[in-house]
């Protein structure tokens, strides 16, 4: 091994800090320093000198966020300061009698409040030691919880070291990791794709992703915090004598804030606030259930103090819940392209935040049973966000006398197959392979966004030309003429024309895309991108051992044997050869030709309000793809602001700053040129 000198230690510091500079940078200001590429490069440099001198690994280093050995269990640990809950207020009059109280016991005391969005996620408890953060903990039950340090490192705005020259002692900090929106669908439409259920909402997920004994599992998941309470020694940081200078100190410090906190000098400006944030909070790219009030003055604080359970000084003012009860008048059950058997509760229609629902997803037979849900019963229904709407709970006492306990079925709805529950799974499965659900299932996913990409072939389409005998395989998509599909209902010469034109564009589609397209279990985009490229074509994969598979950074014990399981079978062997002879792109490209210009490139845009015809996705899509950046809140870095229906607050701030507001149509327009 080569002599560890002066000139690679000093070249490794220098690595570690302009990478945690340019991870604050990113992660906390929203203001990139270098270009991913960069940070990928210096990254790299850092991982070989580690690897070469171990000594020079210290805890603080970038690239000790995801440890490779899976945790035993978590330890049960006391916290350091215990973790108060809140009480409740569930309206202003409910606000204004908290404030009468504290008032009472501090007459004289100037008023003063920070408002913040109470964040819908998990709260953690962060302990820093002369900078270095030594450990991360859940709440539990506010005295003891849970010591999960190395899934809180997988966070990454959660810094390892505190950006501060001389840091105290002792630093603890409290805050809410969460999954944004756009993560949280994306994980639900992987574990779709793998056949397994989806997190009913982001609380859920976040909770499960820190329960991993994982934490290469948590790194993949994405989690975000935002820290809302800082203890430290007095005076080691500065002044910090109200909860909104406790706030700018952590931002100062690495941490990320919730940017869309105020100062209230009165009660009545907190009301405004939380009826303003009821409305502007569905535009978040996270969920909140409501408004943390706080008293600013933290000498305050400390002379009011604590009752046995709350901080007489802090309230949580909640938006009232989206749960509505309504009546169940059956019980369908849908096959998913997996086999997966998902029932859903056929409802009496109903106003669930705003929208009309008459159907309500069950998960799974064991959620039934858990439910012991009778055809007939009254249930509360929940919708958060963009969630499907699902059935929270049956109201028993209102059961009619009459009314028969549901039956899960024992024969798949679809081919009248026998259905089975493996042990290891929630999930009932139909496992024949030409299930007409099945194989409509595997053709929409075929031709999905993620996969093919193949304008028009969606559910609908699938239908059409399975039971119209035209395609049986996704392999058979290649084999059609206008002439078939023109004769279809509703769709043409004009429409055949398209989609087959699409259908002859996708075999130009990468090999991670066909991969993924392929419907392996457990295969979700992500990690098809990260298979394709440790396997640079199909045969290479289809000879791979479960442990040559296991060996990619990510991949896992059950992905690796799915994905052998997959090329075993004698059906999927001759679909990959009549896929070759296709012309389908089974390997990665040797070359490939300098990219164009990104024309938006460093450009920010944010979008709000309900657009015409594009979904917000979409728009986000269009506007990546052509280099451009998409946040969640408009600022002075932001460059335009995307503006439908009922855009609420953010269109006025956006005036107020000079920004750019564009309509769908302009917004297409700027992407054209």
């Known amino acids: 091994m080569e002599q560890l000198t002066q000139e690679i230690q000093a070249r490794a510091a220098q690595l570690r800090s302009q990478l945690q500079q340019a991870g604050y940078a990113y992660y906390t200001l929203d203001a990139p320093i270098m270009e991913d590429a960069v940070y990928d490069r210096l990254y790299r440099e850092l991982q070989d000198l580690e690897a070469q001198y171990p000594s020079l690994v210290t805890p603080d280093s970038p690239t000790q966020r995801v440890g490779d050995r899976t945790a035993e269990g978590f330890t049960s640990i006391r916290h350091n300061i215990p973790l108060y809950s809140l009480e409740n207020a569930f309206n202003l009059k409910e606000l204004a009698v908290w404030e009468e109280r504290w008032r009472r016991l501090s007459p004289e005391a100037e008023p003063g409040y920070v408002c913040e969005l109470k964040i819908d996620g998990l709260a953690l408890a962060l302990t820093y030691e002369n900078g270095l953060l030594v450990r991360g903990a859940t709440r539990g039950d506010g005295v003891r919880g849970e010591d999960i340090t190395q899934n809180v490192k997988t966070i990454r705005s959660i810094p390892l070291r505190l950006n501060a020259e001389n840091p105290p002692n002792i630093v603890e900090v409290r805050g809410e990791a969460f999954l944004r929106l756009d993560i949280f669908e994306q994980i639900n439409r992987e574990r779709e794709a793998a056949g397994e259920n989806r997190f009913a909402n982001p609380r859920n997920a976040a909770a499960g992703t820190l329960r991993q004994l994982d934490p290469q599992i948590v790194a993949r998941r994405n989690l975000d915090f935002f820290a809302y309470t800082l203890h430290v020694p007095e005076g080691d940081l500065g002044e910090v004598p109200t909860q909104w200078d406790s706030l700018e100190t952590l931002k100062q410090i690495g941490f990320q804030v919730n940017p869309n906190r105020q100062r209230c000098d009165r009660v009545e400006e907190v009301g405004e606030y939380y009826d303003r944030w009821d409305g502007d909070r569905r535009d978040?790219?996270?969920?909140?259930?409501?408004?943390?009030?706080?008293?600013?003055?933290?000498?305050?604080?400390?002379e009011l103090g604590f009752t046995n359970k709350f901080p007489r000084w802090a309230i949580a003012l909640k938006y009232p819940a989206e749960e509505v009860p309504t009546q169940v008048e059956s019980v369908t059950v849908q096959v998913g392209r997996t086999g997966a058997l998902t029932p859903v509760a056929e409802l009496k229609p109903v106003v669930l935040a705003g929208t009309t629902v008459a159907r309500a997803t069950l998960h799974n037979r064991d959620r039934i049973a858990e439910l012991d849900l009778h055809i007939g019963?009254?249930?509360?229904?929940?919708?958060?966000?963009?969630?499907?709407?699902?059935?929270v709970r049956v109201l028993s006492a209102l059961r009619p006398a009459d009314a028969q306990p549901y039956q899960f079925p024992e024969y798949c709805p679809e081919c009248d197959r026998p259905v089975v529950k493996p042990e290891d799974e929630a999930v009932t499965r139909c496992v024949n392979p030409i299930c007409p659900a099945i194989v409509r299932g595997a053709i929409a996913h075929w031709g999905s966004r993620p996969a093919?990409?193949?304008?028009?072939?969606?559910?609908?389409?699938?239908r059409q030309l399975t039971e119209a005998k035209l395609v049986q395989s996704v392999a058979d998509l290649y084999d059609l003429q206008v002439e078939e599909v023109a004769a279809l209902e509703r769709m043409g010469q004009k429409s055949a024309e398209k989609l087959i034109g699409a259908i002859a564009t996708s075999k130009m589609q990468p090999w991670a895309r066909v991969l993924y397209g392929l419907g392996i279990r457990h295969v979700g985009s992500t990690n098809a991108a990260t298979i394709a490229a440790g396997f640079p074509n199909i045969t290479a994969l289809a000879n791979a051992s479960e442990s040559e598979i296991e060996s990619l950074y990510g991949i896992g014990v059950e992905i690796a044997k799915s994905i052998v399981a997959w090329f075993q079978v004698p059906e999927n062997q001759t679909l990959i050869e009549r896929l070759r002879s296709n012309g389908l792109q089974l390997e990665a490209a040797t070359s490939s030709p300098s990219p164009p210009s990104s024309p938006l490139a460093g450009q920010t845009f944010v979008i709000t309000g309900t657009l015409p015809n594009l979904k917000r996705e979409e728009a986000k899509a269009k506007i990546e793809a052509a280099g451009g950046k998409v946040t969640g809140s408009v600022s002075s870095k932001t460059n335009y602001l995307v503006a439908g229906d009922s855009p609420g607050s953010k269109l006025e701030k956006a005036k107020k700053l000079g920004i750019s507001v564009l309509s769908e149509v302009e917004l297409l327009k700027l992407l054209e040129n």
Do not use: C, F, N, W
């Open 284 to 302: 978040l790219p996270y969920m909140t259930d409501g408004v943390v009030v706080k008293l600013d003055s933290v000498a305050l604080q400390e």
């Open 452 to 462: 093919l990409d193949i304008d028009g072939l969606g559910e609908k389409l699938a």
């Open 377 to 391: 019963d009254t249930v509360e229904i929940r919708k958060a966000g963009e969630i499907i709407p699902e059935v």
